[in-house]
């Protein structure tokens, strides 16, 4: 019985130092929601000129956001100074750093090895930044298939969309941008995750700031993505 005891303590502490990294063992899925009375704000498609205001507008409100960054979309990490400065601002300023693949990819159109390239690349880039690689990831357009759900949770990845589309990206407009918030939220049985994009001004200048005072008066409390599932950030 002491022996049988003895190699069973053996083989878990041999099983956990073979273990993979947690986040290689999280079979996420897509996920959509962060918990009740908590909203990450998110934005994608940066940096990019304007993303500088939003770190300002972040940081005077106290308020924690996620950034799913390209490698080469509208600034180019590679090659742009100030692409990342401002990627090393966000993270030092508290903030997450998420991917949004490399190139804005409709990723189920690719194939698999195609799909680990875009992910590598920006993965490589990111940390080349902050030293460290991120563990969650946003597909671009919101386009993913079980595929490659599977494929992206088996190389290390939580797969997360939103559940509060602002649709910042249509009209620009923060009347109707709002009104798209508010009915995002009518359901108060969970949190919410947002999509919006801050390569575009007006959401830097108008939408960020409303959205922000909007989840405060309805007593959010706003965290990163990451700590919606109470996950590391990074790999």
Known sequence: MIFSRAATIIALAIGVIQA?????????????????GSVALAFDDGPFQF?????????????????FVNG??????ATNAD????????????????????SH???????DDQIKLEMQKVEDLVEGV???????????????????????NGIGYMVVNWSVDTKDYETHNLADEMARVEEDTSDSSHGAITL???????????????MIQYFSKKGFTFVTVAECYGASAYK
């Open 51 to 67: 993303t500088g205001k939003l770190l300002d507008t972040l940081r005077d409100a106290h308020v924690p956001a996620t950034f």
């Open 20 to 36: 993979a990294p947690l986040a290689k063992r999280i079979n996420s899925g897509l996920l959509l929601n962060c918990k009740k």
């Open 105 to 111: 990819a409709h990723l189920p159109q690719l194939t």
């Open 130 to 152: 902050i030293g460290e690689r991120p563990a969650f990831m946003r597909p671009p357009y919101g386009e993913v298939d079980d595929h490659v759900i599977g494929l992206l």
């Open 196 to 210: 919006a994009h801050d390569v575009f001004g007006q959401t830097a200048e108008e939408l960020a700031p409303k």
């Open 83 to 102: 692409a990342r400065a401002t990627i090393k601002r966000a993270f030092d300023e508290g903030h997450q750093i998420g991917s949004h693949t490399y």
């Open 72 to 77: 080469n979309n509208y600034w180019d990490i």
